[in-house]
């Protein structure tokens, strides 16, 4: 393939767009960390629907983390390098297809609970933004067409995306894009690819972000303290004064008792 078969299509799907989606993941992440820190959030809607959501999110985050493994594993590792430790074509076609699928099922079957709860339970639907909506559009349309390249590419043809798509994805990071790797790739392999730039693009400024989220602040978290109240004391302690100290409570305590059998006392005499 040579510069003469790229056109300005090509050069504009292939190296300005990919520039152009990551810069606004980069910088969308660091505005929204910036000035929207309070709504770097889930959005969760857990409070209002559990059982649909206790099947379709752990399938859908499960069959995603396996998705984003075999990705980092055949765009970015070059095939000479598993090829160098023993993995042949073979073994890896059978890997790729195998896995693959499975993970990709957990995920389509994940994502539609997750979007049939959405769509059909009411106050999760009253809670889901124009932006939710658009998200789940760009989030599906790349799934489905990653699962259509594992049928196309495996099981009805045979493309060897690590030898082109691989190859042009990785010089992007290096500044050095070759848009020619590209041309001959079939549709759904550009179309998965073009998608998921324009996911990247739109992610800064959906619930997405708190894939960038970790609970690290909990492990320098103080104890949370709980005191329990005396037997046979309910609501506040109307005998407690703000004044009182805290190693005189015990006394305090029996003198609220005191003046309470005291006005007991009176009462039943009158």
């Known amino acids: 393939m040579t510069d003469a078969n790229v ?3 090509d050069v504009f799907l292939w190296v300005v767009l990919p520039y152009v989606c990551l810069a606004i993941f980069i910088v969308g992440h ?4 910036r000035y929207d820190k309070f709504g770097w ?6 409070l209002y629907e559990s059982r649909l959501l206790r099947w379709g999110s752990p399938l859908f985050h499960f069959g995603i983390l396996f998705v984003v ?10 095939k000479s390098w598993t090829a160098a430790i023993g993995i042949t074509n073979e073994m890896y076609h059978w890997l790729a297809v195998g896995i693959g699928a499975v993970a990709g099922v957990c995920t389509v079957v994940g994502l539609a609970i997750l979007i049939y709860r959405r769509r059909m339970v009411g106050p999760v639907f009253s809670a889901t933004t124009t932006n939710d909506k658009v998200m789940y559009v760009f989030l599906a349309a790349t799934i489905f067409l990653g699962m259509s390249n594992t049928v196309v590419g495996n099981i009805i043809g045979h493309y060897d995306y690590r030898e082109e798509l691989a190859v042009w994805f990785r010089q992007i990071f290096y500044f050095q894009p070759h848009p020619e790797l590209m041309v001959d790739a079939p549709f759904t392999f550009k179309a998965h690819a073009i998608v998921a730039f324009l996911l990247f693009a739109i992610w800064p400024f959906t619930r997405l972000v708190h894939v960038f989220s970790a609970p690290v602040g909990y492990l320098w978290r103080p ?12 609501g506040n302690r109307p005998y407690r004064r703000g004044w009182i100290r805290e190693d005189v409570g015990d006394v305090s ?11 007991a006392g009176r009462g039943a005499r009158g």
Do not use: C
């Not at 104890?223 to 309910?234: E, I, T």
């Not at 305590?253 to 006005?263: F, L, V």
């Open 30 to 33: 660091w505005w929204r960390y």
């Open 7 to 9: 056109s300005l299509l």
């Open 223 to 234: 104890y949370v303290v709980y005191r329990s109240r005396p037997a046979g004391q309910f």
């Open 41 to 46: 959030t889930t959005r969760s809607s857990q």
């Open 69 to 78: 493994g075999g990705h980092i594993i055949g765009l970015i590792i070059p």
């Open 253 to 263: 305590r029996e003198i609220g008792h005191d003046r309470s059998r005291h006005k």
